[in-house]
């Protein structure tokens, strides 16, 4: 059997380092390992639009800005085809179908899509696309027939969600989809990075986001103006790691390779946290630390997106091609969907073939 990846983002701005940490990393590494037939990055502006009905001009923004976060990180369009959800209407298509095999209140126990209702306080007003949405994404992930699907843990209640629909679709009609599995980051401290402030979830609306085309000034002032540890007050206080934002960054992203080059008091993480809840170590320090290391990271990514940003044929190109591409493997899958339901009626007179007067 064919191994498809295929996974996405909501275009709903520029990507951010806790998208980097969450997924796209691991999307790098896949694409490095080459070990997989078709690999498929979605930018789901479809999917976008069920809480941005009225906005529309956000997500159409937002879709270059995202393709070119994805070539900037270094994602290889030869080795991976990025597309434009609403560009494929089988999705659609088969969304409709799916909806048949989930129950409202199946829908109504997704703990993310629970939690998105209440954080953006639809109360009464939810839309239906929007609460639906977790089927969309079962169609998303079978149309390409993905058996993996990197993605972070708010993400899970989708893949199970997906996986039911699989079953019940392949049990009623025949073995036709192909049951997918997630694929998390390995690196626990990467499930989700806190926001600059400390709040649990960077977001745009909180602004606490570091961006991965942020400038290094812009970079600079949001590193320094971290969130840290309030009893830390004088450079001699004990410090707490617990829900320190400095060190969930550093968590996520220093080496010892860094620690060598530019922290060599301290051989890695764990020697500098226990000095650090000792007492004695600054913040400044410690920030300026990790600006360092992110620097070193943002710096090539800002280089390229500033080339993509000079040759948007390109990134244009690119995006065309990709969607062209996953539309004639989508339009495959539904043909196959339709076949197993018997929604074929004029496909060689299959319908009169079929009808039996009594
Ligand atoms: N729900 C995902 C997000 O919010 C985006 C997405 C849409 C997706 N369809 C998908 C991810 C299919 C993985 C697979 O980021």
Redesign the pocket.
């Known amino acids: 059997m064919k191994k498809n990846i ?5 275009p709903t701005g520029k990507l951010h380092i806790g998208h980097y940490v969450g997924t796209l990393a691991s999307r790098l590494k896949l694409q490095e390992k080459g070990d997989y037939d078709d690999f498929f990055i ?1 930018i ?1 502006d479809a ?1 976008a639009l069920t809480d941005n009905a009225s906005n529309p001009k956000k997500i159409r923004d937002s879709i270059i800005n995202v393709a070119i976060d994805y070539l900037s990180i270094g994602i290889d369009p030869k080795k991976v085809h990025i597309f434009v ?1 609403s560009e494929i209407s089988e999705l659609t298509e088969l969304t409709f179908y799916y909806a048949n095999l989930v129950t409202v209140s199946r829908l109504e126990r997704n703990p993310t899509v629970k939690q998105e209702i209440k954080s953006k306080e639809f109360g009464e007003s939810i839309p239906v696309g929007f609460f639906t ?1 977790p089927i ?2 079962a169609a ?2 079978t149309a390409f027939k993905a058996s993996i ?1 990197p ?1 972070g843990d708010d ?1 899970l209640p ?1 893949i199970e969600q997906t996986r039911e629909i699989v079953r019940s679709f392949n049990r009623i009609y025949g073995d036709v989809l192909v049951l997918p599995n997630e694929l998390l980051p390995d690196n626990k401290a990467c499930f989700r990075l806190p926001g600059t402030d400390g709040n649990a979830k960077m977001s745009k609306s909180l602004g606490n986001c570091i961006y991965l085309s942020d400038s290094y000034e812009e970079l600079k002032k949001k590193v320094m103006g971290m969130y840290t540890d309030p009893l830390h007050i004088k450079v001699e206080d004990p410090g707490h790691i617990e829900g320190n934002t400095v060190f969930a960054y550093l968590d996520a992203f220093s080496t010892s390779e860094d620690f060598a080059k530019y922290y060599p008091e301290f051989k890695n993480l764990d020697e500098l946290k226990k000095a650090y809840e000792q007492g004695g170590i600054g913040d400044v320090k410690i920030k300026k630390f990790l600006l360092q290391i992110l620097e070193d990271f943002l710096k090539p990514i800002r280089e390229k997106r500033e080339y993509y940003e000079k040759h948007l044929d390109e990134v244009y190109d690119i995006l065309k091609e990709g969607t062209m591409y996953a539309q004639s493997i989508a339009k495959e899958t539904l043909k196959e969907v339709k076949n197993a339901m018997k929604l074929n009626y004029f496909a060689d007179k299959q319908l009169l073939d079929d009808f039996n007067c009594d």
């Open positions: 295929l996974t996405g983002d909501r979605m789901a999917q959800q949405y969309s994404q998303d992930i699907v993605v993400q989708m």
